[in-house]
Every structure is written in C-alpha cells, then in structure tokens.
C-alpha cells in the first residue's frame, strides 16, 4: 500500500526486490515518509522463495524462507493507515514480473517461531480456513483462480473470510478453476501449491481492496510466496 505519486501522501507498507537486487521493506509514518529496511544480501535466483516483512513501531524485520534477513532501518513511530488498494506495482510503472501465490496479510507482528511455522506448513500443505495462527489475519489468497468461490478473470477471493476480495486486470494469468485473464491459463506445477498467478511485468496487476486496515500499534506483517523473473518487483500500492 504505498501511493506515493503525484503527492497523495498515501504511503503505508510495500516490499520489492530492487533494482540492485536487495529486497527492500518501505513502512511509512505518515503517509508522505519513506522509512526503508535494506536487506544486506541479494536476491537473483528464479526459484519460488517466502518472503515476509514485519514491521512495527519496535522491529523491522524480513524473512527469506523462514529465516530473518540481515539488513537495517525502516524504523518507524506508528504505521500510517492509507486508503490506497495493496497492488503488485509500485509508482504506477513498475510492475511485479513473476509469480506469486499464497499471499497472507496479518494486522500484527507475527513472531519468528510463527513465521517459521507457516513457511514449514506452506513448503507442501494447502492452508485451509482452519489452520494455525489466524489471529489478526485480515487476508489470504490462495491466487488459484477457483470458480467454485467465485473467481474469474477479474476477481480475486479473500479466504480470510474479512471480505477484502481483489480485481485482477492487465493480462494476469491464472489458472486450473476457471478461465485465466486474457484466456490465458498458467500450469497447475507452476505454483508454489496448487495454481499461482503470473504477471508480465507490462500490465498485468492485482489489486486489493482498500478495505484493508491494520492496527497502527500492533503492527503488520505481508506474506507471499514469489518466483521473481525480474527485480523492482513489488507487493505495494
């Protein structure tokens, strides 16, 4: 959620792997601040990998497969709550290019022993609506293209069961359910578990709702598994 252009002020949380292909965790205090984590390493390979970032008004920390991140900043005083969608791009022109799958969003830090316990669950078993640390969990999205929960070519279901379903528009693929976007179906073996979505790095995006809100005290943490094929990729708005 980071719509920082033309001035809008509208800056809360994003994560990308960069140009320089270090990730980066941007968390802002007041919508217009731009407090980045850096991670020390980079990140180049093309395989699927769990990426985590949390953030609160204490600790900054992000996850690469289940392990803490050497990096540094992105400190902040509270988390600002803005009104723009999460989406796959960031400044209107650069856009994930890759897959992604399995996105969780919780309206709390997650500690590392629950990080690591979701990364270890999510390595071979499908998340249900039942699984361990629901807490604070405001969205999930398996990104299968399931009919059966009412997903099409340009709608994307929230399993969190909070409502903040999103659009898929651009050219995304996603597939095995139903149609994917543009009639395009990505391979089941192409997820990270069951089917994913691919985006082209052009047009393709997804937006979710706006009506994701997160307690500015307790703080957040944003979960995807990627298959990145390029860097400036990113989970922000």
């Known amino acids: 959620k980071w719509n920082g252009d033309g001035g809008s002020g509208q800056q809360s949380y994003g994560i990308q792997i960069h140009t320089d292909n ?39 920390t992000v996850y690469w497969d289940g392990v803490a991140a050497a990096g540094s900043g992105g400190s902040i005083s509270t988390l600002f709550s803005s009104n723009s969608p999460l989406t796959t791009e ?31 669950m999510q390595k071979t078993a499908y998340l249900t609506n039942n699984f361990a640390n629901v807490t604070g969990l405001v969205g999930l999205y398996h990104l299968n293209n399931d009919s059966a929960y009412g997903e099409n070519d340009t709608r994307v279901y929230d399993f969190s069961r909070m409502g903040n379903n999103g659009s898929a528009t651009g050219g995304v693929s996603g597939g095995g359910y139903g149609s994917g976007v543009d009639g395009t179906l990505t391979n089941l073996s192409l997820g990270k578990l069951r089917n994913a979505y691919s985006f082209d790095g052009i047009s393709a995006r997804i937006n979710l709702s706006n009506g994701i809100t997160l307690n500015t005290s307790a703080g957040m943490t944003l979960m995807a598994w990627i298959n990145a094929t390029a860097n400036q990729n990113s989970l922000k708005a």
């Open 22 to 60: 270090k990730i980066y965790f941007s968390l802002s205090s007041t919508g217009s601040d731009n407090n980045v984590w850096t991670s020390n390493n980079t990140y180049t390979d093309t395989n699927w990998h769990h990426l985590v970032g949390v953030g609160n008004t204490t600790n900054v």
């Open 90 to 120: 960031y400044g209107g022109s650069n856009l994930f290019n890759g897959s992604i799958d399995e996105v969780l969003i919780y309206n709390r830090s997650l500690s590392a022993s629950e990080i690591a316990s979701l990364y270890n």
